[in-house]
């Protein structure tokens, strides 16, 4: 039962990192300090935007399913999809290139991934 609290308090956090970019939804101009890019134009403006919600949505999902049994594992998969898929294309498009900010959180994702896995591994 103690895992199950300490998993439950790791999806709460992954949640909060996941929710953390949707400030860029609200306010674009924060991408600065959040990806470490700028808003080149208005369609990188609404890819990021956009990006910052769906991030969101997946952060609020791990903090209800980490109390809310029903929702547990659709939101661990779309954790795991979401970050596996930002660790992917860090490495397709060239990790080496890619700023600071970027590469940080690619590995923040790559530590999350892990804790995401024990914590599901708890929840069995």
């Known amino acids: 039962m103690r895992f199950e609290y300490v998993a439950q308090a790791v999806l709460v956090l992954i949640g909060v990192i996941h929710s953390v970019p949707g400030i860029v939804a609200c306010a674009p101009g924060r991408a600065v300090a959040v990806y470490g890019t700028g808003l080149g134009n208005h369609d990188q403006e609404l890819l990021l935007r956009h990006r910052a919600l769906l991030l969101a949505a997946v952060g609020i999902g791990l903090v209800v399913g980490a109390f809310a049994a029903p929702i547990r594992v659709a939101a661990f998969v779309a954790a795991a999809i979401s970050m596996t898929s930002f660790v992917a294309l860090a490495f397709t498009v060239g990790f080496r290139e890619l700023n600071g900010k970027a590469k940080r959180v690619a590995w923040v994702d790559v530590v ?13």
């Open 112 to 124: 999350a991934l892990i804790a995401l896995a024990f914590s599901a591994l708890a929840f069995i």
